[in-house]
């Protein structure tokens, strides 16, 4: 694929280790983009606002609600003289795509709260640049008004490949939760084509961490708009 026109991506960072009677019991990491683009500077200066935002808004309210539980558990673990467990969060963000005039990033939202594992959320954002307006998932579609059902119909056949080669492990009602837990918010752009990806626990288990599932670029299936 031709590369066009790319936007310069710089990293942000907040983190801090949180203190409750001189024992650290809670560590956050916060990753953000900053974007700086000639051309389109002014869609960049409100996407850098925008995740800034909402970096600090997580910063405010997930993070203190996770020291708050973090100060709990520890008070109960020293009354009970059990192990002290170490709270944490950790935001990254990875940008998928950056050219065609067309940025795709999603955010991995990691929290740990005790029990045997943390969880991680995913979320996505795919940014036309000359529109200066975030893409909906018809867009890559023009010529399928059944898309969705053309991109479940493709996931299904792919869990059946895997399944088949012994590659994944999936839920045995895995054709039900596909189309139960489908959110067309979902999606982000690589090289190889539009990703389409469920949450943990959507239709497999907490091993199979987040499903993702690719979509091929072509000209009857996910198109490109242009510049």
Not at 54 to 71: G, P, T
Not at 138 to 162: G, L
Request: charged share 20%; hydrophobic share 35%; with cysteine.
């Amino acid at each position: 694929m031709s590369e066009g026109y790319q936007v310069i991506v710089r990293e942000k960072v907040l983190q801090q280790d949180m203190y409750y009677k001189n024992n650290i019991i809670m560590r956050y990491t916060i990753k953000y983009p900053r974007f700086i683009s000639d051309t389109y500077q002014t869609l960049a200066n409100k996407l850098n606002a925008l995740y800034r935002t909402k970096a600090i808004m997580y910063e405010r309210s997930n993070i203190m609600n996770l020291y708050q539980m973090a100060m709990v558990e520890y008070e109960y673990s020293i009354a009970n003289n059990f192990p002290i467990r170490q709270f944490e969060a950790y935001v990254n963000y990875i940008v998928t795509f950056n050219q065609n005039c067309i940025l795709s990033l999603y955010f991995d939202q990691y929290e740990y709260a005790g029990g045997a594992h943390g969880l991680t959320v995913r979320y996505s954002d795919t940014w036309n640049l000359p529109k200066s307006k975030r893409m909906d998932l018809s867009d890559f579609f023009p010529h399928r008004n059944n898309y969705r059902e053309y991109i479940i119909q493709t996931i299904e056949k792919q869990i059946e490949t895997e399944l088949a080669n012994g590659d994944s492990m999936y839920f045995e009602n895995y054709v039900q939760l596909v189309n139960e837990n489908f959110k067309a918010n979902n999606f982000y752009l690589t090289e190889e084509g539009l990703v389409i990806y469920f949450q943990q626990y959507d239709i497999a288990p907490y091993a199979s961490g987040i499903p993702t599932f690719v979509i091929p670029y072509g000209p009857t299936s996910v198109v490109l708009p242009k510049c």
